[in-house]
């Protein structure tokens, strides 16, 4: 009799296990979700760098979502062009795992990815190709008083980072974009198609 | 308790049995009747039906034995009341053409039409619909007309179709509509007909009369005899005239006096339905017939050691590319690149003593900019007196204002010991803060300084190199367009120093990074990238442009002594790439490059000394001068060497480990093959298993290939069909044809996985593609025995005759379908 309860003790026991393992493995395993809308779109990794090109390039003003994929608490140093003479700071720290928010409004910046030693103050240039996953809203609707280039939110979840951009009163999917972007498509300025033109 | 793990042994033994075929029908698919015959009578004696229905055939054909009719048809008699689907219908077959017994014919071919056979479907439907060795039952054949029509057959589809239209409710008329288009899709004529009769006329459906001329066009062209007088008659007479006329000759008439055996022959041609045994080459009387085996590769084929020397020319470009780049990346001084700048003077301003003043008149105000320009002045001495103390005041003040190409200049200042104490340290602080920042000549000078490192006797001001920061740096300058970095990033990515492990993978992609930074580096106007820029170009597999662009930078460059440029002119003459081939061009420049000790061209003149004279004592030094320069593929040619002079085997082995210790894959393999081929102990087999293990992991076939034929056969590992699926499937898949002959094998035996002739087709003729004689040899095999399809296995035969001449069976074979095909 005793022994019985112990079988089936230790198979309901070593199940639960299994479970549990496995669901942890899943958790470790499992891609990570762009936030609804937000597509891998208007950046590239050039080397070390990470080079923001926003892909709406008719109302020049975007949010990117990103994310620290590596372990490590990662510095983003916005870098020089060269052609600027002065340094601008619009720097981030990411924390693992945890999702930032940039708003951009330029058709181009320029990131370097660093690991910050507080004790030594060093930085460590590493390659950004490996510690970030980059994800932009190409349709979204900014109030006046929010556009501009600078760190919406960071070190959020994504939920509270989507909830956090909302609360500063931007559209992150506006409708009348998407429209206006279809529309465009159908039925092109006829000026636009005339500059084209002569450009050609 | 007990029960269940009774029950799950069972569940397992059966499904690992499953997987594969018995070896009995293993050896009836490979030809080798007279090893199955026993095992398959003992299968009988258990009324196994497959065993039955393969016994029948023997009986009945000959195969392995001499014929026997009527032992042949009760074994097929049994198999079919076993519900064998194939002895079914060869009874069917049998009785329908042979014997002209309908009713004989349909009790077979009605069980099989139970089981799901389409073709036995319709036979039954047509029977029962016209009353053939039955009453007719319309409700039966109905029936089977549903399931055929199911089943993809044009005609049962046309025959529901036109029992839908029939009925009156619209839900009726739409599924007729559907099955007679479908049918009409399917290529019969008469359903295309009538479908076009349907839309001219509106009959049942909206009415369209483009569509519907083209519809009846196409029955005419199927080979409907009515459909051009419908046409006509259509155009002509109009719509109901038309319409009576289909009503009267589409439908299935039957001819009154013809028989029914002969009428349903017809009916099933109509069909398209095909059930007939197929004619076979038999030996004549009750004599045995001779049949083709398919025979296995033997051990020898599959491991295939490789004993042939590296010739000069399947050295990879890509190989020279990274060796010689290396050279040159040891080479080269250990030169810092300060770069500094230099003040232009603006449109508006004359003079530098009008730039001077201005500039201090802004710089009063705290203007960064300004302040860096003066001090600019101050230290060329243009429009003021030549002050470098004021210069570097000047860089400082604008630098801790974060002027960022002053932090650089601070950062060169103390560097160089210029004005102030020399300190590495404080140097680096600055020059760290300029580089964040994104100021190129820092990152530049940074990365410099991290591959070479700072030498200084105080510990404090010494750095140490790091080539990952250096790495870092110059991508980052590499980046900001500085050729010197990208030059410099380059030849690092190039030259393997990246790659420590010599991963394949991770090669091919540096060599992709390099590529393009070479490309950048030539498009800014650095000479010395063209030379290795053009090595890419060299590759087999560029264009012709390209190989003329490698041509022309290495005969440009040559003509300056440049080594590497030499080096590729000569292989490019060797190799005929962009040039015409000229193979004593080619030993001229290697003879002279071989006179400053170059390594490649060493290793070429050595293997070409030893091509033309196998005991020339030249061609080894050449080698052995090679080997010692570092070319793993000169000591891997020693050792092949010393194999091809039946020089001792632990020799071979102790040369071919020298390679080894490169870390040259081709000696690894080399070294598992010569283990495995002869069966070396325990210990010897751990390290080939090893090696092919690791191999795998690049994804080397032959390695791939090699792991599964161990698992098939048992060596070293325990048997496991399975895994060696896995394993050939993985080779196939890289493109090793003997991997692909062996994965068709497995399907056309049932080994490991089901049987399927189709895949197995499949992989033997991409293993065809590849010129592999057994794979057409296989092929013709399937094509004579399976498919019957004598016509195409005479061409596969006599294909892989053209390449091998030896082969008798192959020849036997040829011969006997020759002379059945004139039969015939």
């Known amino acids: 009799m005793y022994k019985r309860i112990i079988i089936y003790f230790t198979i309901i026991f070593s199940c639960l296990l299994f479970n549990v393992a496995s669901a942890s493995n899943h958790r470790t395993k499992k891609k990570t979700r762009f936030p609804v809308g937000c597509k891998p779109i208007g950046y590239k990794f050039d080397l070390y760098n990470v080079i923001f090109t926003p892909s709406t390039k008719k109302y020049l003003q975007t949010v990117y979502f990103i994310r620290n994929k590596s372990n490590r608490t990662i510095q983003l140093l916005q870098a020089n062009d060269g052609s600027d003479p002065y340094i601008i700071n619009i720097d981030g720290n990411i924390k693992p795992y945890r999702w930032s928010v940039l708003s951009v409004s330029e058709n181009k910046i320029k990131y370097i990815c660093t690991n910050y030693d507080k004790r030594k103050n060093k930085h460590r240039v590493i390659s950004c190709q490996n510690a970030l996953q980059i994800c932009e809203f190409p349709h979204t609707r900014f109030g006046t008083n929010h556009r501009g280039t600078y760190w919406l939110t960071l070190n959020k979840s994504r939920r509270s980072a989507i909830n956090a951009t909302r609360f500063h009163g931007i559209l992150l999917s506006d409708p009348k974009q998407k429209k206006r972007k279809i529309h465009d498509m159908l039925f092109p300025d006829p000026k636009q198609k005339e500059t084209q033109e002569v450009r050609i | 308790m007990k029960r269940l793990l009774i029950l799950l042994i069972i569940f397992w033994i059966s499904c690992t049995a499953l997987a594969n075929e018995h070896k009995a029908f293993q050896h009836y698919y490979q030809g080798e009747y007279s090893k199955a015959q026993p095992m398959l009578s003992k299968l009988a004696e258990n009324n196994n039906p497959k065993a039955l229905y393969f016994l029948a055939k023997m009986n009945l054909f000959g195969y392995g034995m001499m014929k026997n009719t009527k032992n042949g048809f009760e074994y097929m008699e049994r198999a079919a009341k076993l519900k064998n689907l194939n002895a079914q219908m060869y009874l069917g077959a049998y009785y329908l053409h042979h014997e002209k017994n309908i009713k004989e014919a349909l009790v077979w071919l009605k069980k099989a039409a139970n089981q799901g056979n389409p073709n036995a479907q319709m036979f039954t439907a047509l029977c029962y619909l016209n009353g053939f060795g039955v009453t007719k039952n319309l409700d039966v054949a109905k029936r089977y007309i549903i399931k055929s029509a199911q089943n993809d057959i044009p005609m049962a589809q046309f025959l529901l179709a036109k029992m839908f239209l029939k009925n009156r409710h619209p839900r009726d008329k739409k599924m007729g509509r559907i099955w007679m288009l479908k049918a009409a899709k399917n290529h019969y004529a008469d359903a295309a007909l009538a479908y076009g009769v349907m839309l001219y006329t509106g009959n049942n459906i909206r009415t369209n009369r483009t569509k519907g001329t083209m519809w009846i ?180 003040k604008a630098a801790e204002l974060n002027h960022l190409k002053s932090e650089y200049m601070v950062g060169v200042y103390y560097l160089k010991g210029w004005v102030v104490n020399k300190n590495n340290r404080i140097a680096m602080q600055w020059l760290r803060k300029a580089a964040l920042h994104g100021n190129a000549n820092a990152q530049l000078l940074l990365g410099n300084i991290y591959e070479y490192g700072l030498h200084d006797n105080d510990p404090t001001q010494t750095v140490k190199k790091d080539l990952t920061r250096a790495r870092a740096m110059y991508s980052l300058a590499a980046q900001n367009h500085i050729p010197e970095a990208q030059y410099q990033l380059a030849q690092m990515y190039a030259s393997g120093l990246f790659n420590p492990t010599n991963n394949h993978k991770i090669q091919n992609k540096n060599l992709k990074i390099a590529y393009q930074l070479y490309l950048n580096a030539a498009k800014a106007g650095m000479e010395k990238a063209k030379i290795y820029l053009a090595y890419f170009y060299a590759a087999r597999n560029e264009s012709e442009i390209k190989h003329t662009y490698a041509y022309n930078i290495a005969n440009k460059f040559s003509a300056i002594r440049n080594h590497d440029a030499e080096l590729l002119l000569a292989i490019l003459y060797d190799r005929g790439l962009g040039v015409q081939k000229n193979h004593r061009a080619a030993l001229t420049i290697y003879r002279s490059l071989a006179k400053d000790d170059n390594v490649f061209a060493n290793f070429m003149l050595g293997t070409y000394y030893y091509l033309h004279d196998k005991n020339n004592q030249r061609a080894k030094d050449y080698l052995v001068k090679a080997a010692e320069q570092g070319i793993a593929y000169a000591q891997y040619n020693l050792a092949i060497i010393a194999k091809n002079n039946h020089q001792l085997d632990s020799e071979f082995l102790l040369l071919l480990n020298k390679a080894i210790k490169r870390d040259f894959n081709k000696a690894h393999l080399l070294l598992a093959d010569y283990y495995l081929i002869n069966q070396s102990d325990s210990l010897a087999m751990k390290k080939a298993v090893h090696i092919y293990q690791r191999l795998s992991k690049k994804q080397d076939p032959r390695a791939e290939l090699k792991l599964g034929y161990m698992y098939q056969k048992g060596i070293y590992f325990s048997k496991d069909t399975k895994k060696a699926f896995y394993w050939y499937q993985q080779s196939a898949n890289h493109g090793n044809k003997i991997a692909q002959y062996q994965l068709g094998e497995m399907y056309l035996l049932g080994q490991g996985v089901k049987r399927n002739i189709k895949l197995a087709l499949n992989y033997y003729k991409k293993s065809a593609e590849q010129q592999f004689e057994p794979a057409m040899i296989a092929i013709g095999y399937i094509k004579s025995v399976v498919q019957f399809d004598y016509e195409n296995a005479k061409k596969w035969y006599l294909q892989s005759q053209k390449s091998q001449a030896s082969i008798t069976n192959v020849n036997s074979q040829a011969l006997s379908l020759d002379t059945f095909l004139r039969r015939l």
């Open chain 2, 217 to 396: 066009e196409r029955s005419i062209q199927l080979g409907n005899k009515n459909a051009k007088a419908v046409l006509t008659n259509i155009q002509s007479l109009g719509n109901i005239g038309a319409n009576n006329n289909l009503d009267k000759k589409s439908a299935l008439s039957l001819q009154q006096d013809a028989k029914p055996q002969e009428t349903m022959i017809a009916l099933l041609k109509k069909a398209g339905i095909d059930i007939t045994n197929p004619k076979r080459i038999l030996a004549e009387g009750d004599a045995q017939t001779k049949m083709p085996t398919l025979q296995s590769l033997s051990k020898n084929t599959i491991i295939e050691p490789d004993f042939s020397l590296v010739s000069p020319n399947d050295l990879p470009i890509h190989y020279i590319l990274a060796h010689v780049s290396n050279l040159t990346y040891q080479k080269q001084s250990q030169k810092l690149h300060v770069n500094t700048y230099t003040y232009v003077i603006p449109k508006h301003v004359k003079t530098h003593q009008e730039a001077f003043q201005m500039l201090s008149r802004q710089a009063m105000y705290g203007h960064t900019q300004a302040l860096f320009k003066l001090a600019l002045l101050y230290e060329n001495g243009d429009g003021v007196e030549k002050n470098k103390e004021k210069a570097f005041s000047m860089f400082m």
